[in-house]
């Protein structure tokens, strides 16, 4: 069956046939080509690594490959619940109007039953990895319920739109950790034993400012392109009560809050990182330059990756991370040596 919606915007009012979604419409919610984003795992699995020298055998990569393919399937699992229940607001939005609720006509028992079946499939994998894995697997897809289901919906709250979504992060940085550490048995866990066997909370602070200092850009960068406080108001209600300057300041504290948890991680675990500051502050940067742009790339990761220069950049920079995790420099160890008064 046919069924007609009426699009509008400011300017005009048109009323388009949408069609019923197929297979490769309920596909295409669960947003398969932002899997990409998991790519903040790695960092957890690398500093865990460090941590407990585990070895790379084909055990190891076996347990990598579950761990990332459940995260996945989390993380669709909350883009499809998205998806879905933002296509009343979407239209408002110049470029999300496109998205495929909006211009499908989708069932929302198909909806829900793809959301029960990738949050099923993704916690039974992270259930063969571990009981930590698990739990934080479901406070992933808990956070999806949370930011996207009415009467919670964070995203329509002002500031908590960006902090519940960028908490994502310390989320996946916590699932690479739990890839590689001790896997607690069900029998003996605790509660407690959970947040015992965390990695350090300055990390994770780090990693929650960061994304938020992302995210904040990205809000910002919409707020310019819709161009219209009324209307994008209508697509996302904490935009009523957003301005450029308020957006602006948030993701200057962001980014400075971010960078102190950073450094004091870095001076306590592992101080070789400290010679790739000045590279994450030029990460900042140029991530803060492309977010001012008009119509900002920042706005989509299927914009950013077309930002070649940006990409490699990028690229090269966790490239640099990596050595710096094993490589020894005695010589930087200087800045945490005590110094003494001459009096």
């Given amino acids: 069956m046919e069924n007609t919606f009426i699009l509008s915007d400011t300017d005009s009012q048109e009323t388009t046939t949408l069609q019923p979604a197929g297979l490769r419409d309920y596909i295409a919610i669960a ?4 899997w990409a984003k998991n790519v903040f795992m790695m960092p957890g699995v690398l500093f865990a690594l460090l941590v407990y020298r585990l070895d790379l055998d084909s055990f190891f990569v076996l347990k990598l490959l579950m761990g990332i393919a459940s995260t ?20 408002f939005h110049p470029l999300k109007k496109k998205r495929t609720s909006v211009v499908r006509v989708v069932n929302p028992t198909i909806v829900y039953l793809e959301w029960a079946l990738l949050a099923t499939v993704g916690l039974t994998l992270g259930y063969l990895i571990s009981v930590q894995f698990l739990l934080v697997s479901a406070f992933l897809l808990f956070m999806g319920v949370m930011y996207n289901v009415r009467p919670f919906r964070t ?38 034993d959970l947040f015992w066997s965390l990695p350090s909370s300055s990390i994770l602070i780090a990693y929650w400012m960061g994304g938020a200092f992302l995210m904040a850009t990205k809000r910002f960068a919409e707020y310019r392109l819709i161009g219209n406080s009324e209307l994008a108001g209508l697509y996302r209600r904490s935009f ?11 993701m200057f504290f962001y980014a400075l809050t971010s960078a102190f948890f950073l450094g004091i991680f870095l001076i306590k675990n592992r101080v070789e990182l400290l010679i790739s500051f000045p590279f994450f502050a030029l990460l900042f940067a140029w991530y803060l330059r492309l977010g001012l742009l008009q119509n900002s790339p920042v706005q989509g990761s299927e914009k950013l990756y077309t930002r070649k220069w ?34």
Avoid at 31 to 34: C, E, F, I, T
Avoid at 74 to 87: R, T
């Fill in 31 to 34: 947003r398969p080509d932002n």
């Fill in 72 to 91: 996945c399937l989390i993380a669709s699992a909350n883009y499809v619940i998205n998806e879905y229940l933002d296509a009343e607001f979407d239209k």
């Fill in 155 to 192: 995203k329509e709250r002002v500031f908590l739109d960006v902090l519940s979504e960028s908490v994502n992060n310390p989320i996946r940085f916590a699932l690479g950790w739990f890839i590689v550490a001790p896997a607690l048995h069900l029998s003996t866990f605790k509660g407690a």
């Fill in 240 to 250: 009523k009560f957003y301005t450029e300057h308020s957006l602006l300041i948030s």
């Fill in 310 to 343: 940006f990409m490699l950049y990028v690229v090269l920079f966790c490239i640099l991370l990596t050595a710096l995790m094993f490589i020894d420099i005695p010589w930087l160890h200087l800045f945490l040596q005590e110094t003494y008064s001459l009096n």
